[in-house]
């Protein structure tokens, strides 16, 4: 192999390196992309399924209207590595689980957000490391 030849398959080798990690970059959402920092949402509803993972972990919630309408919320968290930092454990969130949320509502309008904080009925509040720019960070 002459010194062309391999100096080519160094350039591809890095190159492929640097696809493999812009690829996840690229695809990776910015809070102002997805949800509405003027559509504020704070409700208070039961818990049916928390999804611990990466790059982002997820709240199912159940919300019931003053019609007795029920909606299934999903809330999206910062990451499970990062919720544990936070304080969070996997036993926090049983399903059945009375929560309130608070956080921002997708700019589609669906039953989604991107959650600032969750807090218990006995008062204890975790923060959900929201991708916000401007939510709390406790």
Do not use: C
């Not at 019609?67 to 999206?76: C, F, H, S």
């Not at 910062?78 to 009375?98: F, H, M, Q, S």
């Amino acid at each position: 192999m002459g010194a062309n030849q391999k100096k080519a398959g160094v350039f591809a080798a890095f190159s492929l390196a640097v696809l493999a990690v812009a690829i996840p970059a690229f695809a990776h959402h910015s809070f102002t992309a997805e949800y509405d920092t003027s559509k504020t949402v704070k409700f208070t509803g039961k818990v049916t399924m928390m999804k611990w993972a990466n790059p982002h972990a997820w709240i199912y919630v159940d919300v019931t209207d003053a019609k007795g309408k029920v909606t299934n919320w999903a809330l999206e968290t910062g990451a499970a590595n990062g919720l544990i930092r936070r304080g969070w454990r996997k036993e926090d969130l049983p399903a059945g689980t009375v929560v309130l949320v608070e956080g921002w509502q997708a700019r589609n309008g669906s039953p989604t957000a991107n959650v600032s904080s969750i807090t218990f009925s006995d008062g204890r509040r975790l923060f959900a490391g929201s991708s916000n720019p401007a939510a709390p960070q406790q």
